[in-house]
């Protein structure tokens, strides 16, 4: 089997992966943020900025790890 193709294939659903991960995040921020008395505008936009946040973050850290693997 070829390496380059097995690669990309697991970073494609690392990809997926940190995409849905970071939905739940923001998800969740909005949930609590209504939860916790906020109007609905203002949950959604914590609950866009919790997922802006944890998607920089896995990205950055998704980028590090295809680095290091690529070598």
Not at 11 to 31: D, E, R
Not at 44 to 64: D, E, H, N, S, W
């Amino acid at each position: 089997m070829d390496n380059k193709l097995t690669l990309l294939t697991l970073i494609g659903l690392a990809l997926i992966i940190v995409t849905v991960f970071a939905a739940l995040v923001g998800a969740v921020a909005g949930l609590l943020a209504r939860l916790g008395g906020a109007d609905p505008d203002s949950s959604l936009l914590r609950a866009a900025a919790a997922f802006g946040g944890a998607l920089t973050v896995l990205i950055a850290v998704l980028a590090l790890v295809a680095g290091v693997l690529t070598g």
